[in-house]
């Protein structure tokens, strides 16, 4: 079984940068794309991107410019970078493994606890 324990959430002024971290306990992170998501009360869980094996990434509309995946193989982590948070970004954010088909992305594994990040306005 995979756990999946992200860390690095809290509260931040619109306009900061947050970077998230969540390590992976299997060495099986390497060979698999990552995605980050999040989930705002009240809503569903959604995609915020992802990164494949190589390091080639996507994001969705509502983030791209702003957030940044990276991922570190030898450490079993991929990170986000967020900056320019606005209140509209505040969610539980997760990582999971995922499977990617074109413009479906499917998530792998169970879901770890989340962080929560919260913006001030």
């Known amino acids: 079984q995979v756990q999946l324990v992200e860390s690095g959430g809290g509260l931040v002024q619109a306009g900061g940068s947050l970077r998230l971290s969540c390590v992976a306990s299997r060495s099986i992170f390497s060979v698999n794309a990552m995605g980050w998501y999040r989930q705002a009360p009240g809503k569903q869980r959604e995609l915020v991107g992802s990164i494949t094996s190589g390091g080639r990434t996507n994001y969705a509309d509502s983030v791209k410019d702003r957030f940044t995946i990276s991922r570190d193989n030898a450490k079993n982590t991929v990170y986000l970078q967020m900056n320019n948070l606005k209140p509209e970004d505040a969610a539980v954010y997760y990582c999971?493994?995922?499977?990617?088909?074109?413009?479906?992305?499917?998530?792998?594994?169970?879901w770890g606890q989340g962080t929560q990040v919260t913006v001030s306005s």
């Open positions: 999971n493994f995922v499977r990617l088909g074109g413009s479906i992305v499917i998530p792998l594994a169970s």
